[in-house]
C-alpha cells in the first residue's frame, strides 16, 4: 500500500468526520437521557467521582496502575449494571449511550495497536480508486467493455492477423494486472492514434489500483507540467517528483504528445531511468515510432525502454472512427 499523500489526507478526514459523528451523536443521546432519567445522570456523576479517587490513590499511594484498576472493577462494573437496568427496564438497548462508531474494530481511529486498521485501508482504497478516474477524467474503460470485435479478423492465423495479435495483448494486459506485484515490469505501448492504448492501461490501472495497489495515472503533459512547475517555482516542493518517482505503478499516456524542450525530454528520461533502477514498474503508451522516441529522449532512455520493457505494438483501425460509423 503505497498511496499518494492525497490519499492518505482524504482518508484521514473520513475516518475523523466519521468518529466526530458518532461522538456528537452519543453526546446527543446523554443530554436526552439525563434530561429523562436523572438516576443514570447521577449514575455518571458518580463514576466520575469514583475514577477521580482512584487517580488521587494512584497517586498518593504509588501504587500501579493494574492495581488501581483490578480494585476499581468491582465498583465500575456495579455502576454499569445498575445503568444498563435502567436503560433495559425503558425499552433502550444497553449500550445505547455508548459512541456507535463505523468500525468497532478501532473506533474510528483507523488504526489499532500501531497497525493500520482494515476499515482505514479501505477508504484508501476507495479514495485511490476516485482519485484514478478524476486523473483520467474517465471511470468507463475497463477489460469487460474492451470489445476486440473491432479488430480486424482477416483469417490468417499468424502473427499478422489483428484480431488474434489484439486478443493476445489483451490476455497479456489482463494477467498482468491480476498478477500485478511490486516487480512487475514494465510494459510500452505503442500504435497509431484510436487503437485502445490508453483504453488498456486504463484497464489495468482500475485492476491494480483495486488491488490495493498506488497508481498514478499522468498524461505525459500534465506530468511535465507538474515537473515543471516543481522545477522553476521556488516553493521547494518536490511532492510532484516523489509522487511520479515512487508510486507503485505509474502510467504515462501519450508519451511524445507533451511539447518538446531539453528540460521536458531530460526530465521524462531521469524519471524513466529512475523507476527501472528502482525496479518500479511503469507503462507507457505512445505513438511515437521507435526512430522517433529515440531522436527525442536520448539513446540511452530509449534503449532502455526497448530492452526492458514489454513490447505492444498495437495494431487495427481508429476505434474513434470505427464508432462514428
Ligand atoms: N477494443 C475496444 N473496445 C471498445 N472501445 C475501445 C476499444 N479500443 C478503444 N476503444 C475506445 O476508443 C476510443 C479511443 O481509444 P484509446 O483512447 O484507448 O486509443 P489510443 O490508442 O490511446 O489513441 P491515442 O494514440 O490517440 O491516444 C476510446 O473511447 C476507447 O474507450
Ligand atoms: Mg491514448
Ligand atoms: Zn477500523
Redesign the pocket.
Known sequence: MAYSAEVYSAASRIIEERRRLAEREANRKKSDIYARFPDILALDNQLMREMADFTMLMLREQKGLEEVLSSMEGKISEIRSEKARILTANGFDPDYLEPQYTCKKCSDIGRKNGILCSCYKEICRTEAIKELASSSGSSS?SFE????S?YIDNGAEDGTNPRRKMHNYYNFCINYANDFSADSPSIVMM?K???????LSLSIAKTVVEKGFGVVYAPAQKLVSDLEHEHFSFSGSDSAIKKYTNCELLIID?LGAEFPSQFTNAAIGNLINERLYEKRPTII?T?LTVKELTERYSERTASRIFGEYKRLL?VGED??FL?KR
Open positions: 474503460c467493455n474492451f470489445d476486440l473491432y500504435g492514434t484510436g487503437l485502445g492504448k490508453t483504453h501519450d503508451s505513438n498495437f476505434i474513434r464508432k
